[in-house]
């Protein structure tokens, strides 16, 4: 063993110094993740500490768990969770088979240019800022200046504000959500679909397939590996619904509904300062969906051996 | 095609093709006529886009929204600010993520599978906004223009898109008998890989320079300033506060009426000149979507 060792160490030497030209390019990629990313994470134990603004971070007496248990009897807790949850797994529920069909459907569609133009002017919304989006929410949706608000109200025949209602939040935020995604996420399922080879769809029309049942035995296994990934992904973030939106749409007659765990942790710390207090959250945010993630990603090993990892 | 196999479509087969072609004008429509709208509804007269009479051509055109934006200095110091945050924001992102992916897509280099988790690692778990907020405060980011350049200069999807793009495009024996010739890395990387990846750092070239674009968190959490904040707090304050008209009057608010019909003009007008740089950059962009894309969605 010890003869190996000074070897090992001499050519770790060379390729260090065959290599140098190759750490050189990556040296500045690592330097910036480190202080922007792996720093914060050791600042995570500020979520056990208090925060002590002359001795920093790291410096404040241990409290260990008492901001995460000041959160869990916060009567706000359950009002926050259950809100979380709603939106984003109406999101997932809704927003995730969307792409999917929409792939299938433009697959369908055999003139090149009718696709490619379809397929322009699906990408596009995604495009458009969060803001943006929220404001066209607004302008379109205004009962009594826009021209689906209108509209909506004719059919129901109510006089409902869509933007400020406890009922509507959620529906709006996910079917604007589709609006906006549905066409952009769906270019990796049509990837996956022009891989599949002419020759099964010629052998099943051969055999008498429709173009139904094709649909149904070719194409959509042929989607099931991306779709799992894909699946594993949006777990990861089930406690992860994106803060923009939902603080953008947020309004004092929706807030019932609206206020979620990301939205609460700006309020609480960038807003009233409490860090400690909201670095727990955060925290317990980040856990869940860690959590989350590794369970969906080891089921998925054990049953079809796609994972992430 | 039909031709060729020369039988006769069966009835299924043909409602089959109906619903299809159905389904595309649906989707079509949903999608490019609230587009559309906005923009015919920046040019008409309000009071009949108001009551719902302007549906497919502008009428009564009329440009008050736009003359309002025009002279609206908030707007041109917010679009001069994120013109500026993106080039150089967009700029830092290439010049760290292409030489970090071509670094990670040679194979001889022993480091890339510790590396390659090193970078994926921060997709699933981050520090949280609290410790990040207060790193930038200890940096002295906050309220500064670099908060916009620097921070999380490096997008690992892009930079997972990249690499596989090189590995794929740059096999191993290309390099090692351009080495024989004695060409280094850099001299390879110069003027080999970046020549033919045009197409994927086009792509993701692109994918940074929306991510600045339509970048308003940052504003909002480490900007206090209003002579630093980007364009998207000002559309904020616009479309969603209403604050429309600079002086502050006008804002009708919820009590409607008069003022809020101009308001809104000048919102339609807002959202047309906020998005148009996109839209120009968008067609030229677009044919490389799926390709990179492709790339990217294999697991490496």
Redesign the interface.
């Known amino acids: 063993m010890s003869s190996i060792t000074p070897n090992k160490h001499r050519r770790s030497l060379m ?1 260090l110094k065959r ?1 140098y ?3 050189i ?2 040296i ?3 330097v ?2 480190i ?10 134990q ?1 979520a056990f500490r208090d925060y002590d603004f002359s001795r ?2 790291a410096g404040g007496a241990w409290r260990g768990l008492h901001y995460f248990s000041q959160f869990i009897n916060n009567y706000q807790f359950w009002d926050l969770m259950r809100n979380t949850v709603i939106i984003s797994i109406t999101t997932i529920v809704l927003g995730f088979p969307a792409p999917i069909i ?1 792939a299938l ?2 697959n ?2 055999k003139w090149f240019r ?1 696709k490619k133009l ?1 397929q ?6 995604h ?6 989006m ?3 929410l ?3 949706l ?1 009962p ?2 826009g ?1 689906l608000g ?2 909506i109200s004719k059919l129901g025949d109510t006089d409902i504000n869509l933007l400020a209602s406890t009922n509507s939040f959620v529906p709006v935020f996910v079917i604007s959500d589709i ?1 906006q995604h549905a ?1 952009w996420n769906s ?2 399922y ?3 679909l022009s891989t599949v080879s002419p020759s099964l769809y010629d052998a099943a029309k051969i055999d008498g397939a ?3 049942k094709m649909i149904l035995h070719i194409d959509i296994p042929a989607l099931v590996p ?1 779709i799992i ?1 894909l699946f594993i992904l949006s777990m ?1 973030n089930v406690l992860g619904t994106g ?2 939106k939902v603080f ?1 749409m947020q309004n004092s007659l929706n807030l019932p509904v609206s206020e979620v765990i ?1 939205t609460y ?2 309020k609480i ?2 807003l009233s300062n409490q ?1 400690s207090y ?2 727990a959250i ?2 317990f ?2 856990v869940i969906n ?1 959590f989350f ?1 590794v369970t969906m990603n080891w089921i998925s090993k054990r049953n079809s051996d796609i994972s992430l990892w | 095609m039909q031709a060729t196999t020369n039988h006769k479509r069966s009835t299924g087969e043909i409602l089959f093709d109906i619903s299809i072609i159905i389904l595309c004008v649906l989707i079509f429509l949903i999608v490019a006529y609230p587009l559309y709208f906005v923009i015919i509804a920046s040019v008409s007269d309000q009071t009949l886009v108001s009551t719902g009479k302007v549906t497919l051509f502008p009428r009564g055109i009329s440009f008050f929204g736009y003359e309002q934006i025009f002279q609206d200095m908030r707007i041109w110091i917010g679009y001069k600010n994120t013109v500026i945050y993106t080039v150089l924001g967009t700029m830092f992102n290439l010049l760290l993520t292409i030489p970090a992916a071509y670094t990670l897509s040679r194979q001889e280099f022993r480091a890339r599978r510790f590396l390659m988790f090193f970078f994926v690692f921060t997709l699933f778990f981050n520090g949280g906004l609290i410790p990040t907020y207060i790193l930038m405060k200890d940096l002295s980011l906050t309220n500064s223009m670099w908060v916009f350049i620097l921070p999380f200069a490096v997008n690992v999807f892009n930079l997972i898109i990249a690499r596989t793009f090189f590995e794929a495009s740059l096999p191993k024996e290309i390099y090692e008998s351009a080495a024989l010739d004695g060409c280094t890395h850099f001299k390879f990387f110069f003027y080999i890989a970046i020549p033919l990846s045009k197409s994927v750092i086009s792509v993701i070239a692109l994918y940074y320079l929306v991510a600045h674009w339509n970048d308003f968190f940052t504003g909002l959490i480490y900007i206090h300033s209003n002579d630093l904040q980007p364009l998207q707090i000002i559309l904020r304050d616009i479309l969603l506060s209403n604050q429309v008209f600079s002086q502050g009057g006008g804002s009708g608010g919820s009590a409607g009426g008069y003022a809020q019909q101009f308001a809104d003009q000048v919102k339609y007008g807002v959202i047309i000149v906020s998005t148009i740089p996109i839209l120009i950059v968008y067609p030229f962009i677009q044919k490389y979507f799926e390709k990179g894309v492709m790339i990217g969605s294999i697991k490496g």
């Open positions: 390729e290599d030209q190759l750490w390019m990556i500045p990629a690592i910036v993740v202080i922007f990313n792996y720093i914060p994470m050791y600042g995570i500020l920093g971070l929409l459907i433009l369908q569609v009718t379809l322009t002017i699906v990408y596009m919304p495009f458009i800022s969060i803001v943006v929220v404001g066209l607004n302008v379109l205004s009594n200046t021209i209108q509209l609006w066409g270019i990796i049509l990837a996956a429709n173009k139904w991306t990934i990861g803060f923009e953008l990301s942790v700006y710390g960038i860090f909201s670095s955060g925290l945010n980040t860690f993630l």
